[in-house]
């Protein structure tokens, strides 16, 4: 009986999880391309030493993505 | 009994001599069959001639590109490569008039795609590309109906290859890639992916930077490179600084021409080469009698100042002409930044990319 218990429990959170998992997957939030291009602009590779900026042709040492900027702390 | 033990001495002296000798003549020997490139540094300030030139934008019928860094062309075609493509990094275009043809190069993490582009070469009626991200050469090659381009061949390039951003077919068989771990200047891989020798090195004065930190040197001299199998010269120009290296690979001569914005400078952080100075050169073509090199010039400082104010202007508003020797011979003012360059001496004009406009492709008539 107090296993059935025990096992039910367990099913319950793990059901729980799954579904909270899921919801905020799937959860779109609404966020504009203008947002998104500046969130990469602003920080496409940081570490605490530099941090590189927006589009361009430089090899970010971080990212390995091509950044305008990189700018030295 | 003294007269015997001076005898061996000298004996045992005369030997100690020949090993000398013998070892001498075997380094010298040694030495000179090691390949070694004659160099000579060439400082320039100015140039003999300079001349304006008025950009003529050209009309496509698709508006395709985020940031065209390159363009090639090969024949009746022109390649143009997206270093930032969302879709395809590469679009296929007929030359002169620009009209559409296909695209190539799919962006995407799955075995067949593209996680980048790093640059474009036309070899034989077929376009290799490098992934840098995916250490990858592909060669794209013409179906038969000639109006679209399909993967025919890649190449895995070897873990002992740092991360290769830019490279040029010395032959058919044989790539020549810039060294990334600041060893030496150039990797010779074979078509296997195959590291086969390093050469060169990096002709920097910072001699801290060269005993202790020559990755980050050799990031702050990332390259672009350019090479014309017909006259053997492979030309390296800084993406920092203002430094153009010639190797002429028939009579193994290196000359470095150094401009008023000197080698490339940059601070270290977490052994990471940031640059400071300024951004140089951002594109090289060898011609049958001329190198010329797109040139930016502008200083850090400067870029973040005016992209702290909003304005962003990529690119670079002069291409350098030097001769084959590295000696200046003109300089173009252009009245557009562009990127990448194609100089088709035949027509007498430039073809180049411009990454801040949407009229992306432009021609400057000579």
């Known amino acids: 009986m107090r296993n059935n218990m025990k096992l039910g429990l367990i099913v319950t959170v793990m059901a729980l999880a799954i579904g909270g998992w899921w919801v905020s997957y799937h959860h779109s939030v609404k966020v504009t391309s203008l947002l998104l291009d500046n969130v990469e602009a602003l920080a496409s590779g940081e570490s605490g030493g530099a941090i590189c900026y927006g589009v361009g042709s430089i090899d970010c040492p971080y990212s390995r993505e091509k950044v305008y900027f990189v700018n030295g702390k | 009994m003294i007269v015997l033990i001076v005898e061996k001495r000298y004996i045992l002296l005369m030997e100690n001599k020949m090993h000398i000798i013998c070892i001498s003549v075997f380094c010298s020997f040694f030495f000179s069959c090691a390949p070694q490139l004659d160099k000579t540094t060439e400082r320039y300030v100015t140039f003999p001639k300079e001349r304006q030139l008025e ?90 109906s000639g109006d679209s381009l399909l993967r025919d061949e890649t ?87 203002e430094v153009l290296e010639i190797y002429n690979l028939k009579d193994s001569t290196h000359v470095v021409c ?31 009698s001329a190198i010329y090199a797109v040139f930016h010039g502008h200083s850090f400082k400067d870029i973040k100042r005016e992209m702290q104010k909003g304005h962003v202007q990529d690119g670079g508003r002069y291409i ?46 000579l």
């Open chain 2, 55 to 144: 950009a003529r934008s050209i009309a496509l019928d698709t508006a395709l590109f985020r940031y065209p860094f390159r363009v090639k062309v090969d024949g009746d075609k022109v390649a143009v490569m997206d270093l930032h493509g969302t879709d395809y990094f590469i679009h296929l275009f007929h030359y002169t008039d620009f009209r559409y043809i296909a695209s190539c190069g799919r962006h995407g993490d799955s075995p067949t795609e593209m996680l980048s582009a790093e640059n474009i070469r036309w070899a034989s009626n077929s376009l290799w590309t490098l992934d840098a991200n995916n250490s990858i050469l592909t060669r794209f090659g013409f179906a038969l």
């Open chain 2, 155 to 241: 190449v895995r390039l070897g873990k002992e290859l740092l991360r290769c951003l830019d490279f040029v077919l010395y032959d058919d068989s044989t790539f020549i890639i810039p060294d990334y771990s600041g060893e030496n200047r150039f990797c010779w891989v074979n078509r296997s992916g195959c590291l086969l020798r390093k050469t060169g090195f990096i002709p920097s004065s910072n001699e801290d930077a060269l005993k202790h930190a020559r990755p980050a040197l050799a990031q702050a001299w990332r390259s672009f490179i350019g090479y014309n199998p017909h006259n053997g010269v492979l030309a390296a120009v800084t993406q920092l600084g």
């Open chain 2, 258 to 288: 150094m401009g008023p914005g000197g080698e490339p400078e940059f601070s270290i952080s977490e052994g990471y080469g940031i640059p400071t100075g300024i951004m140089g050169f951002s594109d090289v073509q060898v011609t049958d």
């Open chain 2, 320 to 365: 350098y002409v030097f001769s084959l020797q590295g000696k200046p011979l003109r300089k173009y003012i252009l009245d557009r930044y562009v990127y990448g360059i194609y100089v088709d001496e035949r027509r007498g004009v430039i073809v180049a990319t411009d990454v801040n406009s949407d009229e992306p492709i432009v021609e400057f008539k």
